[in-house]
């Protein structure tokens, strides 16, 4: 139990474009997920909270108009970075809160790689 | 941002337990530390979690010092498959359930 899925697993997408990637609860419901990006060698940066039917609350830094995220189901979430550039190219993570309370945890999907030429 | 210190890398061999350690000095009463870990691009799996007693489940064991100030993430008998990154991560159960994740332990298995 507990798995999320990303779609695509990898993306490359010319310089301007915009590209969406989906995150799926499998076989449970998520209230919330999580969007992350992780460059090379580098840890995960969260980059937003995506709770269903609202607003999605993003990190410092990040801009909210460049990385749209939309949390229309509880089963799916979805992360737009619109106008692509090079400097965008990077593995994008999401993952889904689940679990009972008191006992809940993130799962993580395997993540989308981003080359933007 | 991350509230937790771990070594940036560790030796362990195959077959022998390997124990990361992590310190949380700052954790308040109702963190819960929890344990994942990532093997090279890929998404994080899950290991364990805990408050304050100490957990075990089929994968690893969690200690956690009674200050609650550190703790060990145990893998009794390590396998080749467990060279990760594993990361250490405090999260409040009434913060917004965020995950901040620090550098994490380079973890490499050695046969």
């Known amino acids: 139990g507990a798995v999320v899925s990303q779609h695509p697993s990898w993306v490359i997408c010319k310089s301007g474009t915009s590209v969406k990637i989906e995150c799926r609860s499998l076989?449970?419901?998520?209230?919330?997920m999580f969007w992350y990006r992780q460059f090379p060698k580098q840890s995960l940066m969260l980059m937003a909270t995506s709770n269903e039917g609202s607003k999605a609350t993003y990190e410092q830094g990040v801009e909210k108009d460049k990385f749209l995220i939309n949390h229309a189901s509880l089963t799916l979430s979805t992360l737009t970075v619109t106008s692509a550039h090079p400097e965008d190219s990077s593995f994008y993570i999401c993952s889904a809160r689940g679990g009972t309370s008191g006992r809940d945890t993130q799962y993580f999907g395997p993540g989308t790689r981003l080359t933007v030429l | 941002d991350a509230k937790t210190t771990q070594p940036p890398s560790m030796d362990c061999a195959e077959g022998r337990a390997a124990n990361l350690p992590c310190n949380h000095s700052?954790?308040?009463?109702?963190?819960?530390v929890y344990w994942y870990r990532q093997i090279h691009s890929q998404g994080p799996q899950y290991i364990i979690h805990?408050?304050?007693n100490n957990e075990t489940n089929e994968m690893a064991s969690l200690i956690i010092t009674e200050d609650r100030k550190s703790s060990t993430l145990i893998l009794p008998h390590a396998t080749l498959r467990d060279t990760a990154v594993y990361y250490c991560i405090v999260r409040g159960s009434y913060t917004g359930n965020q995950f901040y994740f620090g550098t994490g332990t380079s973890l490499t298995v050695i046969p």
């Open positions: 076989d449970f419901q998520a209230t919330t």
């Open positions: 805990g408050l304050k």
């Open positions: 700052t954790i308040s009463g109702n963190e819960y």
